[in-house]
């Protein structure tokens, strides 16, 4: 595996990484659909799991490929449970944008 990163380069995927959580921040701060808001926060997530990985190959040292995997399995919860909600919140006010989500009570 350290051959791989060799050949390509830690540059190229610390640049791969920024250029992706560079987009999800964009994603979040451009768009008002709740669906592609969560689809950029999983792309920022992957993006620090993506530079985590690579370092944890750098150093030769498992435990940070380890976090990685626990990481991804959180995330696939977090999206579980936040289609779930907003599948509830477009039952109740009959959409899922996020203007309209504001004028939420509790």
Excluded: P, W
């Excluded at 979040?28 to 669906?35: A, N, V």
């Excluded at 985590?52 to 959180?74: K, N, R």
């Excluded at 779930?84 to 939420?104: C, E």
């Amino acid at each position: 595996m350290l051959d791989i990163l060799e050949q390509v380069g830690i540059n190229n995927y610390i640049y791969l990484s920024t250029l992706l959580f560079c987009v999800g921040v964009l994603g979040i701060l451009y768009r008002r659909s709740t669906i592609v808001m969560l689809m950029s926060v999983e792309l920022m997530l992957a993006a620090a799991n993506l530079l985590l990985a690579v370092f944890s190959v750098y150093h030769q040292d498992v435990s940070g490929q380890v976090f990685v995997i626990f990481a991804m399995a959180v995330a696939a919860a977090e999206v579980a449970v936040g289609l779930a909600i907003l599948v509830s919140i477009y039952r109740n006010i009959g959409s899922i944008d996020i203007d309209k989500l504001k004028n939420l009570k509790g």
